[in-house]
């Protein structure tokens, strides 16, 4: 079973619209954190946000936020009045932690592809 | 955020010969790092995770004497794709991590092989 579950392999947004990009996610683990990363063209991968699984709060980083329902295992993006540069891949990913202190490798879904038009 | 880098950000190479390909930590100690795969259009895979001074761990399905990983300080991992053929023309990213939250990526390599 997919541990990552983006269903949106594509959206076209109108400019200075709100977005959300959905992800569910699948874990045993209650020790586990939630990531977004933006892919451009250019192929880096560039860190939005994070949710670890015990915050109480929803992570926010200036337009961008997460809207985490911990029951429900959703961790959607949101990002606010959209601009032409976002236009990007938008990959959720998950990294579950052990008891031990360490960590795993993330877990990626197959992305969404954000497309802002003027 | 800290500073990833990998050498080079593009590779060609002939079937049958083996390409290294460096990640560094610029700016801070990397006890541990990742090296995933991305295929066109497709989503990233963790292919092993490397821990500085021991033997890396590989996912399933992925071969470790093909894909050799070396870990040999704090800010330095390599991986060496050895008798490479075109089916592992791929973007090979790296990542590291200091502890259990953060990961910085690098800039990826794009590897094709002729």
């Known amino acids: 079973a997919q541990k990552i579950t983006q269903t949106q392999p594509g959206m076209f947004v109108q400019e200075k619209e709100a977005v959300t990009l959905d992800c569910t996610y699948d874990t045993s683990d209650q020790s586990y954190g939630l990531f977004w990363y933006k892919q451009p063209s250019s192929g880096e991968m560039i860190f939005l946000i994070y949710?670890?699984?015990?915050?109480?709060q929803n992570a926010t980083e200036g337009r961008y936020s997460l809207n985490f329902q911990k029951a429900r295992k959703s961790a959607n993006l949101v990002i606010s009045a959209s601009q032409l540069g976002d236009s990007a891949m938008y990959f959720c990913a998950m990294r579950e932690y052990d008891s031990g202190g360490g960590a795993d490798g993330l877990t990626f879904g197959k992305g969404t592809h954000l497309i802002i038009q003027p | 955020g800290a500073v990833v880098s990998q050498h080079p950000s593009r590779v060609i190479c002939k079937s049958g010969t083996s390409v290294k390909i460096e990640c560094r930590s610029l700016d801070f100690q990397a006890t541990t790092m990742f090296w995933y795969r991305q295929f066109p259009k497709k989503s990233l895979m963790l292919m092993a995770t490397?821990?500085?001074?021991?033997?890396?761990?590989?996912e399933q399905g992925v071969e470790k004497d093909k894909f050799l990983i070396n870990h040999a300080s704090l800010t330095l991992s390599t991986l060496t794709v050895t008798s490479a053929h075109p089916e592992d023309s791929s973007f090979y990213i790296c990542?590291?991590?200091?502890?259990?939250?953060?990961?910085?990526f690098g800039p990826g390599t794009r590897l094709t092989v002729t």
């Open positions: 949710q670890g699984s015990y915050d109480e």
């Open positions: 990542s590291a991590s200091s502890g259990a939250y953060e990961q910085y």
């Open positions: 490397s821990n500085e001074g021991s033997k890396a761990t590989y």
